[in-house]
């Protein structure tokens, strides 16, 4: 949807990043509002921030409880390319992973 939307358009439209982690942190309710708190959601934000766009950044954990990569629906349509780097706000390098689509596949 974002591709049609951004389809033609004289700007660069709207760039689509996501960042995905997984463990344990801490969920707070305030003023009705569910909000979520720890490292876990710091390095899902800064994953995010290693997108380019177009694509999705995963965390190894994430990857590793989704299990074969045939076993995700669509998953054929995808490729994972391995990328280490240095995230704001952790000491050592980490390994994430990049999905994007493959050349040709709707």
């Known amino acids: 949807g974002i591709a049609d939307f951004n389809n033609g358009r004289d700007d660069d439209g709207v760039i689509l990043k996501i960042g995905l982690h997984q463990g344990a942190c801490i969920a707070v309710t305030s003023d009705e509002r569910l909000d979520y708190f720890g490292s876990m959601v710091n390095r899902a934000a800064r994953l995010q ?7 999705v950044v995963l965390s190894t954990e994430m990857i590793e409880s989704a299990g074969p990569n045939d076993q995700i ?4 349509n995808f490729e994972l390319v391995q990328d280490t ?4 706000g952790f ?6 992973w990049r999905m994007t689509k493959r050349a040709g596949k709707a």
């Open 49 to 55: 921030g290693e997108n380019r766009g177009g694509n």
């Open 73 to 76: 629906e669509g998953a054929r």
């Open 85 to 88: 780097g240095r995230l704001r």
């Open 91 to 96: 000491d050592n390098p980490i390994t994430y």
